[in-house]
């Protein structure tokens, strides 16, 4: 089954977006965009999963992982994602 994601392209001029390193937004892109993500915005996805298909190191996922959740924009939990403003970034 093919799934479409979108991305606004006012992305490119969020405040906090702006603030990211080229990593971090490889892998808020791909919060956004991966195979797993459904209606909700949460799904269960490993830190070896975002790994393998981003080709980052665990502890560059885990530091930006922690930097979402401390200003609220994601939080990993157990194995799982859950984006608040998941919806926002949908069409």
Not at 7 to 28: A, G
Not at 49 to 65: C, H, P, Q
Not at 85 to 91: G, L, R
């Amino acid at each position: 089954m093919d799934i479409r994601r979108s991305i606004n392209t006012k992305i490119w001029s969020d405040d906090w977006f702006e603030t990211l390193k080229p990593n971090e937004k490889l892998i808020w892109f791909y919060l956004l965009t991966n195979p797993q993500t459904n209606m909700l915005g949460i799904y269960e996805v490993s830190i070896k999963r975002i790994s393998f298909e981003t080709g980052l190191k665990d502890a560059e996922i885990s530091n930006a992982l922690k930097d979402f959740e401390r200003v609220k924009k994601a939080f990993y939990w157990f194995g799982w994602i859950v984006l608040p403003n998941w919806m926002k970034n949908q069409s």
